[in-house]
């Protein structure tokens, strides 16, 4: 059975699919991965019928769902104390950050077609 390397996970709401928990092993980035885990939440977005997909992105992750047809709409910053021990692996890797900006596609856009 080939490796899990990468996660990505789709949600539904009243008004827009989330694309959620997108993530790629250091080992098995830079190859699209992440781009082909992505393009697997939104086609299920898609196929749920919304017309509106939305996610939060890292700064690291941002240029590739820029690429991909994203535009960003808002950035925040959130705030949180330290994770406990048992709660490391939530922590970012390689000297990344939580610095999450939602990137959402907005009803006044469509979805990005996927390249062919």
Do not use: C, N
């Not at 890292?58 to 048992?86: C, W």
Request: hydrophobic share 40%.
């Amino acid at each position: 059975m080939p490796a899990r390397v990468a996660s990505s996970l789709a949600i539904r709401s009243r008004e827009a699919s989330g694309v959620y928990a997108v993530g790629t092993l250091a080992d098995a980035r830079r190859r699209g991965v992440g781009t082909a885990m992505t393009w697997a939440a939104v086609d299920a977005g898609r196929a749920w019928g919304y017309d509106s997909i939305v996610l939060q992105s890292s700064e690291m992750a941002l240029p590739m769902y820029e690429a991909m047809g994203f535009r960003t709409i808002v950035r925040y910053v959130t705030f949180s104390q330290p994770a406990p021990d048992h709660a490391k692996f939530a922590q970012p890797q390689e000297g990344g950050e939580f610095a999450p900006t939602a990137s959402p596609i907005g009803h006044e856009t469509p979805v990005p077609p996927r390249p062919q």
